[in-house]
T-cell receptor
Framework: DSGVTQTPKHLITATGQRVTLRCSPRSGDLSVYWYQQSLDQGLQFLIQYYNGEERAKGNILERFSAQQFPDLHSELNLSSLELGDSALYFC??????????????FGPGTRLTVL | DAKTTQPPSMDCAEGRAANLPCNHSTISGNEYVYWYRQIHSQGPQYIIHGLKNNETNEMASLIITEDRKSSTLILPHATLRDTAVYYCIVRVSATSILTGGGNKLTFGTGTQLKVEL
């Protein structure tokens, strides 16, 4: 158990819909990261938040957005869903997010299926 | 980030040592080597990291060559539960992080380790 929690575990929805994935970081961690893992793309970094502010962006679509709240939990919002958005979505957290010795710990993931 | 090269798959007998190689010939002097593993669609699990010295923890040992162009992750007594995809990742330097480069992990395709009886 990494200490990072994600809800829900599974999500099934239809094309065009909007969903929200939630992540609670490990106690004391200030940074939250979102990653997407699809069959054809592997594990890809989406976005990082540090203490409530966006720190870095990866290959995140404009239809996707995220935020980190004052209690440090984070939400990833996916809208206008397409079949290709079906994937595993992982959240990770780290103590700061500003050091290359900052270990990231991953949650169990949310499996999104778009029908 | 420095590119890494790993064999796509390896087999290991249970109870034997599993030695997983990784090439990172373009690594910079202050970039760390990290290893994660992912067991069948679970969240990636941190294993170990190092800069230039060999490292050991309760899960594994990490051997980094003197020129730092390659490393080997060693699972001393592999079990069936060690069957997973193992990722070798080189972390971006601290300078890039401090100037706004973020702290992402760049995953490659990894090595699928299969531990068999």
């Amino acid at each position: 158990d990494s200490g990072v929690t994600q809800t829900p575990k599974h999500l099934i929805t239809a094309t065009g819909q909007r969903v929200t994935l939630r992540c609670s970081p490990r106690s004391g961690d200030l940074s939250v990261y979102w990653y997407q893992q699809s069959l054809d793309q592997g594990l890809q970094f989406l976005i990082q938040y540090y203490n409530g502010e966006e720190r870095a962006k990866g290959n995140i679509l404009e239809r996707f957005s995220a935020q980190q709240f004052p209690d440090l939990h984070s939400e990833l919002n996916l809208s206008s869903l397409e079949l290709g958005d079906s994937a595993l979505y992982f959240c990770a957290s780290s103590e700061t997010g500003t050091r290359n010795t900052d270990t990231q710990y991953f949650g169990p993931g949310t499996r999104l299926t778009v029908l | 980030d420095a590119k890494t090269t790993q064999p796509p798959s390896m087999d290991c007998a249970e109870g034997r040592a599993a030695n997983l190689p990784c090439n990172h010939s373009t690594i910079s002097g202050n970039e760390y080597v990290y290893w994660y593993r992912q067991i069948h669609s679970q969240g990636p699990q941190y294993i170990i990291h190092g800069l230039k010295n060999n490292e050991t923890n309760e899960m594994a040992s990490l051997i980094i060559t003197e020129d730092r162009k390659s490393s080997t992750l060693i699972l001393p007594h592999a079990t069936l539960r060690d069957t997973a995809v193992y990722y070798c990742i080189v972390r971006v330097s601290a300078t890039s992080i401090l100037t706004g480069g973020g702290n992402k992990l760049t995953f490659g395709t990894g090595t699928q380790l299969k531990v068999e009886l």
